[in-house]
């Protein structure tokens, strides 16, 4: 059974880091793209980073480049996303997920930025 699970949330100042971890297991994590999206409250989800298989590429859009970075380690099957110079807009419940659309994803970890 394919499983995501994340972690690393938590309350920041603007401004601030954090570094969220996602474990997988269930599947080989190895061969697959892999993405980190986010939902606001009451929006819908939005895509916020993706790495390629072999973690050679990665994508962001503009509302997060130069600021978060996607990482993996395939030898341990595990995701993160390095978030830095954190925004009030940023404020969220970030996943883990198996492609851009936030289908198949974890149960997520809060990340709100308040001051």
């Known amino acids: 059974e394919l499983k995501l699970v994340e972690s690393g949330g938590g309350l920041v100042q603007p401004g601030g880091s954090l570094r969220l971890s996602c474990a997988a297991s269930?599947?080989?994590?190895?061969?697959?793209?892999m993405a980190w999206v986010r939902q606001a409250p009451g929006k819908g989800l939005e895509w916020v980073a993706d790495?390629?298989?072999?973690?050679?590429?990665?994508y962001y859009p503009d509302s997060v480049k130069g600021r978060f970075t996607i990482s993996r380690d395939n030898a341990k099957s595990t995701l993160d996303l390095q978030l830095n110079s954190l925004k009030t807009e940023d404020t969220a419940m970030y996943y883990c997920?198996?492609?851009?659309?936030?289908?198949?994803r974890g149960q997520g970890t809060q990340v709100t930025v308040s001051s």
């Open positions: 997920s198996t492609s851009r659309t936030g289908t198949t």
């Open positions: 269930g599947f080989r994590f190895g061969l697959y793209p």
């Open positions: 790495i390629t298989a072999s973690g050679t590429k990665t």
